[in-house]
């Protein structure tokens, strides 16, 4: 919104600014977090009246999580509204994959929501109908997928890319959909999954997020696109301000989600912060990288599935428990122990995707 003041460019220079991405990255990020931490308590405090029990604590999970019983979730609901307040304030309205970002962010967020009602209100982990929820899932996907490869030019917009080869790229067709509904659902899934300790998703989120915000200011800028032999798709650029809403928010959010935690984040806002990186993978033709760079949520959805799938055939268990963080708790590492080790793995496996923007 405050992008019409460049307008003004020609009266006063210093409305010039506001043409810079750079420039509104930083004032997005700075307003989100902002913004959280202002309102931050208000909404911890209103959401610890409504929910009296808070979110309930698995029966079979670490002891150590039985102290945390009665904390509120939803906080997702704070991230969410730094994300979206700031971007509207500070990104290119007309730019069709800010809206589609957001949309997918809300959408995800309303399904989060509604299962963290659900599982709030009945003290039970048996939420929303999972067949239900992916379904719901899929088709904010789809919509987002088809608007994305609409808007782009064809046929690359309906390409799969590849890491490490500029000139190599797959054209999907009409499959691109369905193949950008998996990433968007599944990065959407996996950082869900993530959630389950303090401070343990919103950091690898907010790292996620500060590198996908160099990828989309880098691939929007057709100059630093061909220095760096990446490929551009115009237009992705102010995606970065998004991100930076992402990071301000992410950091507002720690500051209260930090150990011992006084709100968790909830399907509320993994779902919407996975749906959201998800959704920018796919606009930026990094989807692959973004396996990377989210390694840490892809070692966490696998854990499940492998779980899973290898007890329903043998009716063993390959870990102690499933996602992958409980299992070390298990093995007695402590909460902090965890957390962050977990982070270095994030910092580490981001490093690693973004050296695919040079190594071509």
Known sequence: MLTLLAEFADEASVFNV????????????????????????????????????????????????FKKAGTPTMGGLMIMSGIICSSLLWANLSSVYVWTVLLVTIG????????????????????????????LEFLIAAAAAYVIMHNGQEPFSSSLTFPFIKDFIVNLG?????????????????????DGLDGLAIVPIMIAAASFGVIAYLSGNAVFADYLQIHFVAGTGELAVVLGAVIGAGLGFLWFNAPPAAIFMGDTGSLALGGLIGTIAVATK?????????????????????????????????????????????????????????????????????STLKLR
């Open 174 to 194: 009409w499959f691109f959909i369905p193949f950008a509904c998996f990433v968007i659902v599944g990065a959407g899934n996996a950082v869900n999954l993530t």
């Open 286 to 354: 990094h989807e692959i990288v973004m396996a990377i760079i989210g390694g840490l949520f892809v070692m966490e959805i696998m854990s499940v599935i492998i779980q899973v799938g290898v007890f329903k055939m043998t009716g063993k268990r390959v870990f102690l428990m499933a996602p992958i963080h409980h299992h070390f708790e298990k093995l007695g590492w402590t909460e902090s122990q965890v957390v962050i080790r977990f982070w270095i793995i994030a910092v580490i496996l981001a490093l690693i995707g973004l």
């Open 108 to 135: 995800f967020g309303a399904i989060g929501f509604y299962d963290d009602y659900l599982k709030v209100t009945k003290q039970s982990h048996l939420g929303f109908s999972g067949k239900a929820r992916l379904a």
């Open 18 to 65: 506001f043409r810079y991405i750079t420039f509104r990255t930083g004032a997005a990020l700075i307003t989100s977090a902002m913004l959280v931490f202002l309102f931050g308590p208000m909404i911890i405090n209103s959401l610890r009246i409504r929910q009296g029990k808070g979110q309930p604590i698995r029966a079979d999970g670490p002891q150590t999580h």
